[in-house]
T-cell receptor, first 113, second 109 residues
Framework: KAGVTQTPRYLIKTRGQQVTLSCSPI?????VSWYQQTPGQGLQFLFE???????NKGNFPGRFSGRQFSNSRSEMNVSTLELGDSALYLC????????????FGSGTRLTVV | DAKTTQPPSMDCAEGRAANLPCNHS???????VYWYRQIHSQGPQYIIH???NNETNEMASLIITEDRKSSTLILPHATLRDTAVYYC??????????FGPGTSLSVIP
């Protein structure tokens, strides 16, 4: 079966712009989580959605937001980009609550210049 | 913050068993132990999880001590493709996943 699909794979944006990243979970999975990975901070949890509702949220500023659609696909948005937002953004999906483990996508590599 | 402590790095000879330790002394009764790994430039990969019994699947075995304060992930016959960062995570079913720095395992030919 198809895995977790993230688009685009690579993105270059300018400081001050905004960006939207997309994640399509595995078919039947209803939970989608987002992570930011940087060399300095490692893997950091952004937020998790389940059935279109945000269930958990990490410690990121309000510039980072997300949503989940009725088909479980999710998007995350970062407004007013800063150089420090350059990172690998990873999406993970699970059937319900991650109890049986999350499946991660390959990520979107965002570079802010 | 991560609720686990892992050594920052380990080496293992190819073909030998790799035993990766994890301390989780503050684990509570409804928290599971999960292991993920991340091969360079890829998304993390789920390996195995357990509550209190030892678990085995096609990838690895998980040994949890009786007091549940520590665990060991065992890769029975390590290959070069097992070189990765291994993350030990403690969480309930509904908790968010918090990754620590993990253990960087190098499998040496």
């Amino acid at each position: 079966k198809a895995g977790v699909t993230q688009t685009p794979r690579y993105l270059i944006k300018t400081r001050g712009q905004q960006v939207t990243l997309s994640c399509s979970p595995i078919s039947g999975h209803r939970s989608v989580s987002w992570y930011q990975q940087t060399p300095g901070q490692g893997l950091q949890f952004l937020f998790e959605y389940f059935s279109e509702t945000q269930r958990n949220k990490g410690n990121f500023p309000g510039r980072f937001s997300g949503r989940q659609f009725s088909n479980s696909r999710s998007e995350m948005n970062v407004s007013t980009l800063e150089l420090g937002d350059s990172a690998l953004y990873l999406c993970a999906s699970s059937f319900r609550d991650g109890g049986d483990g999350y499946t991660f996508g390959s990520g979107t590599r965002l570079t802010v210049v | 913050d991560a609720k686990t402590t892992q050594p920052p790095s380990m080496d293992c000879a190819e073909g030998r068993a790799a035993n990766l330790p994890c301390n989780h002394s503050t684990i509570s009764g409804n928290e599971y132990v999960y292991w993920y790994r991340q091969i360079h430039s890829q998304g993390p990969q789920y390996i195995i999880h357990g509550l209190k019994n030892n678990e085995t699947n096609e990838m690895a075995s998980l040994i949890i001590t009786e007091d549940r304060k520590s665990s060991t992930l065992i890769l029975p016959h390590a290959t070069l493709r097992d070189t990765a960062v291994y993350y030990c995570i403690v969480k309930t079913s509904y908790d968010k996943v918090i990754f620590g720095p993990g253990t960087s395992l190098s499998v040496i030919p």
